[in-house]
T-cell receptor
Framework: GAGVSQSPSNKVTEKGKDVELRCDPISGHTALYWYRQRLGQGLEFLIYFQGNSAPDKSGLPSDRFSAERTGESVSTLTIQRTQQEDSAVYLC???????????FGDGTRLSIL | AQSVTQLDSQVPVFEEAPVELRCNYSSSVSVYLFWYVQYPNQGLQLLLKYLSGSTLVKGINGFEAEFNKSQTSFHLRKPSVHISDTAEYFCAVSASGGSYIPTFGRGTSLIVHP
């Protein structure tokens, strides 16, 4: 498709399990962002990839969170040893060069039991 | 670093009435400004953007916003709202030079009543 694709759309897991969330950006977009959106809240920046540069990880809330991106394609956000406070919608966005003009996926709704 | 303040968490309005959603920002450098809309269970969609040039920006769905540098504001307006405009609206700012990581406001819930 032409847009940003995220999978799964919903994920329910038990506390303590690891989860992996996937983002397929728009083809040709060099920048990719991950955000967390808690219920009724705004967007919380997590991590930013730009081309082959080192990612900006300044928004990751703890060392349980990590993300990878292969070149300018798919990105995976991994949360280890999930906690109930990790329950949120995780949004991915991609953009072409600069300016912060982003295209968003529909998100992954993560629920930790 | 930048910050964004959306002054109203919720704005109720009747259909066909005008609406203004307020956004103020702070930044030590020049900025780009954005408004996004989020419908239930969806990601964010760009409504409009200010990058440079005319301070009055027109976007999709009849929305417009005006960049006011002296008041550091970027308020969103629509002269006549429709039921389908009910959604969450986010204002965002990014530095015009730098890493382009936008900072988002907490959102304003626009509720249009018939």
């Amino acid at each position: 498709g032409a847009g940003v694709s995220q999978s799964p759309s919903n994920k329910v897991t038990e506390k303590g399990k690891d989860v992996e969330l996937r983002c397929d950006p728009i083809s040709g977009h060099t920048a990719l962002y991950w955000y967390r959106q808690r219920l009724g809240q705004g967007l919380e920046f997590l991590i930013y990839f730009q081309g082959n540069s080192a990612p900006d990880k300044s928004g990751l809330p703890s060392d349980r969170f990590s993300a990878e991106r292969t070149g300018e394609s798919v990105s995976t956000l991994t949360i280890q040893r999930t906690q109930q406070e990790d329950s949120a919608v995780y949004l991915c966005a991609s953009s072409s060069a600069g300016r912060g003009l982003q295209h968003f996926g529909d998100g992954t709704r993560l629920s930790i039991l | 670093a930048q910050s964004v303040t959306q002054l109203d968490s919720q704005v109720p309005v009747f259909e066909e009435a005008p609406v203004e959603l307020r956004c103020n920002y702070s930044s030590s450098v020049s900025v780009y400004l954005f408004w996004y809309v989020q419908y239930p269970n969806q990601g964010l969609q760009l409504l409009l953007k200010y990058l440079s040039g005319s301070t009055l920006v027109k976007g999709i769905n009849g929305f417009e916003a005006e960049f006011n540098k002296s008041q550091t504001s970027f308020h969103l307006r629509k002269p006549s709202v429709h039921i389908s405009d009910t959604a969450e609206y986010f204002c965002a700012v990014s530095a015009s030079g730098g890493s382009y990581i936008p900072t988002f406001g907490r959102g304003t819930s626009l509720i249009v009543h018939p």
